[in-house]
């Protein structure tokens, strides 16, 4: 068993082109952005940086078992109930990982303080820019462990979240029984949504010769939401991808 530990003072870097997605523009469709709604996006850039507070809770458990049927037990008989695509990802894993992020709820007070003012459409970009500062907090947590295990010759599956089309939102429960995410500040609902909203939870394998093996680069491939308006269009990328979050 590997202890659970905290990051805190995630890097973010919030690409514009991505607010844009989350707003509903395909920019690979040369969908035109007004010049107002660009000088907007980049404002309320400018104001989320000294709102976020970013930090992540993670840890390793030892994979006892992984049935067909979707049953998955772990040291310290920790039982989950998945579907057999999920199952299928994580073929061979040896460890699951278990992981939550945040960017605290400073960016969801400021959201609502837009409204109040009137001001919908800063609210809306506010929202979209939360969204991917919380995803690219989740990405650099993904990265760093990947990085981390990588001398030791481990591979990682896709990542699964809890209240996906692949997974029940009532197994959110069992990931913050292993994990106790309170200690970055987040917390469950009776409806198993986290608190802060911009906050994300999810799991992955971990072993050697998985069946699926990648870097957490596009898991839109995977998704059967195949109209969802913020699938990200494929692109051929080379094999290793360096990371600059500076």
Not at 41 to 56: A, D, F, M, N, T
Not at 63 to 89: C, P, R
Not at 171 to 191: C, Y
Request: charged fraction near 25%; proline fraction near 4%.
């Amino acid at each position: 068993m590997i202890e659970t530990k905290i990051k805190k003072e995630i890097p973010i870097k919030i690409a514009e082109e991505e607010v844009y997605r989350y707003l509903g523009y395909r920019i690979e469709l040369n969908n035109d952005v007004r010049p107002d709604l660009k000088n907007i996006v980049r404002e309320e850039i400018e104001q989320l940086y000294p709102l976020l507070e970013s930090k992540g809770i993670y840890r390793f458990l030892t994979v006892k078992s992984l049935a067909v049927d979707g049953a998955i037990t772990t040291e310290q008989n920790y039982q989950f109930s998945v579907n057999k695509k999920v199952i299928n990802f994580l073929q061979n894993s040896q460890y699951l990982l278990f992981a939550v992020v945040t960017i605290g709820a400073k960016v969801e007070e400021y959201i609502k303080e837009r409204f109040k003012q009137n001001q919908p459409l800063r609210a809306m970009v506010l929202d979209a820019a939360g969204t991917v500062a919380v995803k690219m907090a989740g990405q650099w947590l993904n990265h760093f462990l990947e990085e981390e295990n990588k001398q030791y010759g481990f591979q990682f599956s896709r990542y699964f979240e809890p209240g996906s089309n692949d997974w029940d939102i009532k197994e959110q429960q069992k990931v913050f029984t292993i994990l106790g995410p309170e200690r970055i500040d987040v917390t469950l609902n009776s409806s198993y949504m986290m608190q802060p909203s911009k906050s994300l939870s999810w799991i992955r394998g971990m072993g050697y010769n998985l069946v699926h093996s990648f870097r957490d680069e596009l898991t839109c491939r995977y998704c059967s939401l195949l109209d969802c308006p913020f699938r990200k269009k494929e692109e051929k990328r080379p094999n290793h991808i360096k990371l600059n979050y500076s």
